[in-house]
């Protein structure tokens, strides 16, 4: 067996009953460990052998709120990058199955916002730019961000509402000015 097929059956493996993975082996399920191990078995194809995303699927349709989002606690908050990681994780599968599911998560993305701050010239960055947040309420921060834009990038023409244009360029503009001077970025400023 080679280094693939092992890691693809190791992480099979330590899938959950519901579907779903945690952080941890046998730790409760969670949408980003489930959301990353779709990605890594769709990705390694013959080596995942014998197996269907269906259980996982499964799981994170359960973790849909009404508003379109998903939340890893039942009644617990909606999380925007997660949200967005779990339907750019199954975008690229059978598309009958996760296309309105997918769909609904994009367009709940393209209405929501961070919370809107007065910029402060004390701090150098353009506090009134608004991407997107961890969860409602909350500052735009880079990682919700950036897998927003990501998400938005990949379905803008499937996407009809008028306003995805001008959220993917704030969200571009607001990753420019959470730059780091020497490259890269951290969580939220430069």
């Keep these: 067996m080679n280094v693939a097929d092992a890691l693809a059956q190791r992480l099979r493996e330590h899938a959950n009953p519901d579907g779903g993975w945690g952080y ?20 390694a194809g013959g080596s995942a052998g014998v197996w269907s995303p269906d259980p996982a699927l499964r799981f994170l349709r359960r973790t849909q709120t009404a508003r379109g989002l998903l939340a890893d606690v039942e009644g617990g908050p909606s999380n925007y990058a997660f949200s967005a990681l779990a339907a750019l994780a199954v975008d690229d599968l059978d598309a009958w199955r996760t296309e309105r599911w997918t769909g609904a998560i994009a367009e709940t993305i393209v209405g929501g916002r961070s919370a809107a701050l007065a910029d402060d010239e004390a701090i150098a960055q353009r506090n009134s730019l608004q991407a997107w947040p961890w969860v409602d309420g909350c500052f735009s921060w880079v990682e919700p961000t950036a897998w927003c834009l990501l998400l938005l990038k990949r379905r803008r023409a499937r996407l009809p509402d008028r306003r995805v244009p001008a959220r993917i360029a704030e969200a571009e503009r607001l990753l420019d000015d959470r730059a780091c001077a020497g490259g890269g970025w951290n969580y939220g400023n430069a």
Excluded: D, F, H
């Excluded at 941890?24 to 990705?43: D, I, K, N, Y």
């Design 24 to 43: 941890t082996p046998g730790s409760r399920s969670r949408v980003e460990p489930t959301s990353w191990a779709l990605l890594a078995l769709t990705a």
